[in-house]
């Protein structure tokens, strides 16, 4: 599975501050979106990340398990993750965004 090569390689780059990941129309589905929230909860210094995951096989479990592994990176001023067009609920978007919101960290979840 591509997203999780991704979330291998991330290993090594413990010094990304920003990273934009755009998986539109794939098959990625839970599993992968688990492998990548892996990946990126060992990314202390990353500052921005974006994730897109519009028309995807990703639920409410995937989008939940990135909103967890982004909670602990304390160093993030701008998340961005979009699951439009999947089966994500609004429920689980509103959960992931009130997870995420702290001062001085702009967060949009759509």
Not at 8 to 15: E, F, P, R, V, Y
Not at 71 to 83: A, G, R
Request: proline share 2%; net charge positive; aromatic share 4%.
């Amino acid at each position: 599975d591509g997203a999780v090569a991704i979330s291998n390689a991330l290993q090594i780059l413990q010094q990304l501050q920003q990273i934009t990941l755009n998986f539109e129309r794939t098959k990625v589905t839970d599993a992968g979106a688990v492998a990548i929230g892996t990946g990126l909860q060992n990314l202390k210094q990353l500052q921005k990340v974006d994730l897109g995951f519009f028309n995807t096989k990703v639920t409410d479990d995937g989008a939940v398990v990135i909103g967890n592994s982004l909670q602990h990176l304390k160093q993030l001023q701008t998340i961005v993750l979009s699951f439009n067009y999947t089966p994500v609920t609004g429920n689980a978007k509103k959960t992931i965004r009130e997870a995420l919101q702290r001062p001085n960290v702009r967060v949009t979840v759509d």
